[in-house]
T-cell receptor, first 114, second 113 residues
Framework: NAGVTQTPKFQVLKTGQSMTLQCAQD?????MSWYRQDPGMGLRLIHY???????DQGEVPNGYNVSRSTTEDFPLRLLSAAPSQTSVYFC?????????????FGEGSWLTVV | GNSVTQMEGPVTLSEEAFLTINCTYT??????LFWYVQYPGEGLQLLLK?????DKGSNKGFEATYRKETTSFHLEKGSVQVSDSAVYFC????????????FGQGTTLQVKP
């Protein structure tokens, strides 16, 4: 199983550019989410989705858009990149609403905005 | 709201030393608790989890017990190895959420030979 696949792994953007981080899972998971990881701050939730066609904001949604047109894919769009969005981004998925269900993470996307 | 607090690092130990990384949480209801590990340059891996009070999660020699009375989920290992050097994250998933995790800030462990 591929699990959760993120692309690209590394990206350098100029301020003001837009881009999309791709995330795909092959486990037929209902729940998907995006986190960003910054030094000393752990991981913070950007956006999440409870199923195809349904998305909602997390803790730090500003500057990011998401959509969920299929169960498998959950892309994260940076509309106009800013240096404050330099971070490591993780996509995650899980199978049901049970509190104990494990959340699986992708390998991360390292983004630098200059 | 829900929150997780971890001890600050870095934690530096000699090989074969005993490890404790403290984690406490604030949550309503009956959350599930997790420890994730991140090795240098890699993504997050689930290390262990506990879904109800007094449960003990264990994996690769690591253990953590879900203590509701002290709202804690401390990570322990009896004898660390150099290969355990990584960042460790404590995380919580609420009983009524939608697959979201609340993370602590992470604790860096450095094990010296």
């Amino acid at each position: 199983n591929a699990g959760v696949t993120q692309t690209p792994k590394f990206q350098v953007l100029k301020t003001g550019q837009s881009m999309t981080l791709q995330c795909a899972q092959d486990m037929n998971h209902e729940y998907m989410s995006w986190y960003r990881q910054d030094p000393g701050m752990g991981l913070r939730l950007i956006h999440y989705s409870v199923g195809a066609g349904i998305t909602d904001q997390g803790e730090v949604p500003n500057g990011y858009n998401v959509s969920r047109s299929t169960t498998e894919d959950f892309p994260l769009r940076l509309l106009s990149a800013a240096p404050s969005q330099t971070s490591v981004y993780f996509c995650a998925s899980s199978g049901d609403r049970g509190a104990g269900n494990t959340i699986y993470f992708g390998e991360g996307s390292w983004l630098t905005v200059v | 709201g829900n929150s997780v607090t971890q001890m600050e690092g870095p934690v530096t130990l000699s090989e074969e030393a005993f490890l404790t990384i403290n984690c406490t949480y604030t949550a309503t209801g009956y959350p599930s608790l997790f420890w994730y590990v991140q090795y240098p340059g890699e993504g997050l891996q689930l290390l262990l989890k506990a879904t109800k009070a007094d449960d003990k999660g264990s994996n690769k020699g690591f253990e953590a017990t879900y203590r509701k009375e002290t709202t804690s989920f401390h990570l322990e290992k009896g004898s660390v190895q150099v290969s355990d050097s990584a960042v460790y994250f404590c995380a919580l998933k609420g009983s009524s959420n939608t697959g979201k995790l609340i993370f602590g800030q992470g604790t860096t462990l450095q094990v010296k030979p």
